[in-house]
């Protein structure tokens, strides 16, 4: 069951977007089943009389994005409610969302609804290839940031003697960045470190990149609303919840494991015909300083 409430009001919500879930699926001794109750909020402006509630592209995205959280709480079958749904591993949970957001952009799918709200004029090609462009913009140095954030939270979560602020930062510079010398340091003023729930998991902002843009490319290949890979994307990733760990339940969907090419190709860093190489690259460290924690 799935509720929607996607409008602002100021007296009764707070801020922002999110997928709740109000009642976990399960399934009793007596094979009675529990229907999940899901609810979506997000806080877009209320339509007035004669002008419709008109939403940006980000707020599309979030629509997308809760959807998918929504669809994992929704469709998942269990017998355990604690191992139902979004309850995965944490490196896991954006999958599901993160994966519908890709259709937002897909011209097929904008020129279904991404119309002027007064002459119906679909949105013209050159305006979606200008979208696509401004979001691959400097996409190679946001990568290696994330990269570098993820590293820095796992040095400090993933030894029991990191080293000092400077060992640590200067190890994760020389990893992740082209320039020479860093110029400040993130470990005092990262918040994630250590509040908002992605201690020692902030990796997994990419990691769920890596999985989702995999996965859509199978749906780039077969059909953006193929019968057979939706299926078997439902029968994986959206019902099974945290029954199977993550990587064989990819490994079932895909008949693989993750290959972060994809993700390289979606933001235009590697060629479309570039031969895929299957495989995550092993970061090298042979020639960093020894200090401070090992990286490899």
């Known amino acids: 069951m799935f509720y929607a409430d996607y409008f602002a009001d100021a007296k009764a919500k707070r801020g922002g977007a999110w997928m709740n879930q109000l009642r976990g699926a399960s399934i009793d001794k007596d094979g009675q089943k529990t229907i999940p109750i899901i609810t979506n909020s997000c806080n ?21 994005h809760e959807g998918g959280h929504g669809f994992h709480g929704a469709l998942t079958q269990g017998k355990y409610e ?7 591993k944490w490196d896991f949970v954006e999958l599901p969302s993160q994966l519908m ?58 030894n029991t003697e990191p080293g000092t602020i400077d060992e640590v930062e200067d190890k994760v510079h020389a990893l992740t960045s082209f320039f020479p010398e860093r110029s400040s340091a993130m470990s005092q003023r990262f918040g994630h470190l250590f509040a908002g729930g992605y201690s020692a998991g902030y990796y997994s902002y990419k990691w769920a990149e890596v999985l989702e843009a995999d996965i859509f490319e199978e749906f780039k290949q077969n059909g953006l609303y193929d019968a057979e890979t939706s299926q078997r994307l439902k029968e994986t990733i959206y019902t099974k919840g945290g029954q199977v760990d993550p990587m064989d339940l990819f490994k079932e969907m895909m008949g693989r494991e993750p290959n972060p090419d994809a993700l390289l190709r979606r933001e235009g860093i590697l060629s479309e015909t570039a031969p895929s190489q299957n495989t995550a690259p092993e970061v090298q460290t042979q020639n960093l300083p020894d200090n401070g924690p090992d990286f490899g």
């Open 82 to 88: 604690s191992l139902n749904g979004t309850n995965v």
């Open 44 to 64: 877009y402006q209320k339509p007035t009389p004669g002008q419709p509630s008109l939403l940006s592209l980000g707020e599309v995205e979030t629509l997308f």
């Open 101 to 158: 957001e890709n259709w937002v952009k897909e011209p097929a799918v904008l020129q279904e609804f991404a119309v002027h709200h007064e002459t119906g004029e679909p949105i013209p090609a050159e305006y979606i290839e200008k979208i696509i462009e401004k979001g691959n913009y400097d996409a190679g140095y946001m990568g290696l940031r994330q990269t570098s954030l993820g590293l820095i939270d796992m040095a400090w979560h993933g």
